[in-house]
C-alpha cells in the first residue's frame, strides 16, 4: 500500500474523526518515522506523548515479543504475574495504595470518577478546570470544560462544575461535591502548568472539606517533565493519579492508582475491565518503567530546557510554555500552517489550538535531533 492508496481507504472505510497529511507511515526507529515512499520525518509529536521511548526501542520490542510467544490474554478472572508485578511498581513509586488497570486515559478517569462518587454518601460533585481534557467518553467528556469537544454530544453527564484554572477563588465547594479533578499541566489547552501555589491551595482546600483531589496525569506522567509523575515536580501528593500514554510505550494501557483507604471502595462487581492489564500491556509498562532510569528523566529535564531556550530565539515566537519534554509555542501566526510546512519539510509537530504548536517528542529525543527540529521550524517560522 501506498500513501495514495491510503487516502482512498481512508474515505472509503474509516469514520472522518481525524484531518490526516498524505502520507502512509509504516516504520519508525528511535525519534524518526518513514512513509510508504521512504521519506523521513523527525517526529516531536511522539504518539501524542505515548511514545516514551521512542519507536520500536530494542529492549522494548524484544521483551513484546517475548510475551507475545508467552501469553497474551486471560481476563481478568485470573491472576497473572505481570500485572501483580506492575501494580505493585506503580504502587511503590508513587501513592503506596491501589491499581486499577484500564486500556485508555479515558477509562482511567472514569474509573476515578466512580471511585469519587463513591467516597462520601450523597456527594457526586466533580470539580474540573476552564480548559481542560480528560477524555472523551460521555461522563470524561462533562468533565472536560472545553466547548469545542462537547459540542454535538449535549446532554451531558450532570454533575460537573468548572473553575477558573490558576484561580483558587473561583472555586466554589458545596455539600454535594466530592472530588476535584485538575492536570497539573492543561496539554490540550496549549500546555499550561498549574502554578504550585495553586496545586498546593487545591490540596489544602480538599483537606479542608474532605473531598479526593484526583489529578489526570494521563500526558504529564512517566517521565514527561523530567520527574516519574508531575506531582512530584510540584510537592503536592494527590489522592488519585491517573495515568496512560507513555506507560504502555505504544501499547494501550491506563490506570488509576489511589491512596491507600480508597481502592478498596471498589469491591468485586462494581468495576471492571475485560482488557485492562493484560499480559502484553503490563509487559509494556514493566518495560518502560524499567528503562526510565535517572539518568534518563535528567536527560529529559535537560533537554527540555535546552530546547525551550533555543525555540525562546525564535522569530514570530510569543511565548514558551511547559516542563520538561512537554512544551506549547505561542506563535505570531497560524499554528495549523506551520504544522502542514513542518510536515512538509519532514518534521511532525501538533497544534492543539490556532495558536499554539505543541512538541511530545520521545524522552530518547537527542540534542543533535533537537537542534534538527529547531532548524526545521525555525525555516517554516521565517517564511510564513
Do not use: W
Not at 534518563?296 to 516542563?323: D, Q, S, T, Y
Not at 519539510?345 to 520521545?362: D, I, M
Amino acid at each position: 500500500m501506498n500513501s495514495r492508496d491510503a487516502i482512498l481507504y481512508e474515505k472509503e472505510y474509516l469514520c472522518p474523526t481525524y484531518t490526516r497529511p498524505d502520507a502512509l507511515f509504516v516504520k519508525g526507529i528511535g525519534s524518526r518515522v518513514y512513509d510508504a515512499e521512504g521519506n523521513s520525518y523527525l517526529d516531536l509529536v511522539g504518539g501524542l506523548g505515548v511514545l516514551s521511548l521512542g519507536h520500536c526501542h530494542p529492549v522494548f520490542v524484544e521483551e513484546i515479543k517475548l510475551q507475545l510467544q508467552t501469553l497474551i490474554h486471560t481476563s481478568n478472572l485470573y491472576h497473572t504475574e505481570l500485572q501483580l508485578l506492575l501494580a505493585k511498581m506503580l504502587s511503590e513509586l508513587s501513592l503506596e495504595g491501589k491499581v486499577f488497570f484500564a486500556n485508555s486515559g479515558a477509562e482511567a478517569n472514569e474509573a476515578a470518577i466512580k471511585l469519587a462518587r463513591l467516597y462520601r454518601d450523597g456527594r457526586f460533585k466533580i470539580l474540573t478546570a476552564e480548559g481542560s481534557f480528560h477524555g472523551r467518553t460521555l461522563a470524561t467528556l462533562s468533565a472536560t470544560a472545553q466547548e469545542k469537544v462537547q459540542k454535538g454530544f449535549k446532554p451531558l453527564v450532570p454533575h460537573f462544575s468548572h473553575f477558573e484554572f490558576n484561580n483558587l477563588s473561583s472555586i466554589e465547594i458545596d455539600e454535594e461535591t466530592s472530588a476535584i479533578m485538575v492536570e497539573p499541566i492543561q496539554g490540550e489547552r496549549g500546555v499550561y502548568p498549574a502554578d504550585k501555589e495553586f496545586l498546593e491551595g487545591l490540596r489544602k482546600l480538599c483537606n479542608k472539606e474532605d473531598i479526593l483531589l484526583i489529578f489526570d496525569e494521563v500526558q504529564t506522567g512517566i517521565g514527561r517533565t523530567g520527574s516519574l509523575f508531575a506531582y512530584q515536580e510540584y510537592g503536592v501528593i494527590p489522592d488519585i493519579i491517573t495515568l496512560a500514554k507513555g506507560l504502555g510505550g505504544g501499547i494501550p494501557i491506563g490506570c488509576m492508582i489511589a491512596r491507600k483507604g480508597l481502592g478498596e471502595l471498589l469491591g468485586p462487581g462494581m468495576h471492571a475491565s475485560t482488557l485492562g492489564g493484560n499480559p502484553i500491556a503490563t509487559r509494556a509498562g514493566l518495560s518502560v518503567l524499567s528503562i526510565l532510569n535517572k539518568e534518563l528523566l535528567a536527560g529529559v529535564r535537560e533537554n527540555g530546557n535546552c530546547l525551550k531556550e533555543k525555540l525562546r530565539r525564535l522569530p514570530r515566537i510569543k511565548e514558551v510554555r511547559g516542563m520538561g519534554l512537554m512544551i506549547g509555542i505561542e506563535i505570531d501566526g497560524d499554528a495549523n500552517s506551520v504544522v502542514k510546512m513542518c510536515f512538509k519539510n519532514g518534521l511532525l509537530v501538533n497544534a492543539p489550538n490556532s495558536s499554539c504548536v505543541r512538541l511530545l517528542p520521545p524522552l530518547i529525543i537527542t540534542k543533535e535531533e533537537i537542534d534538527e527540529g529547531v532548524s526545521i521550524l525555525k525555516r517554516v517560522l521565517n517564511g510564513l
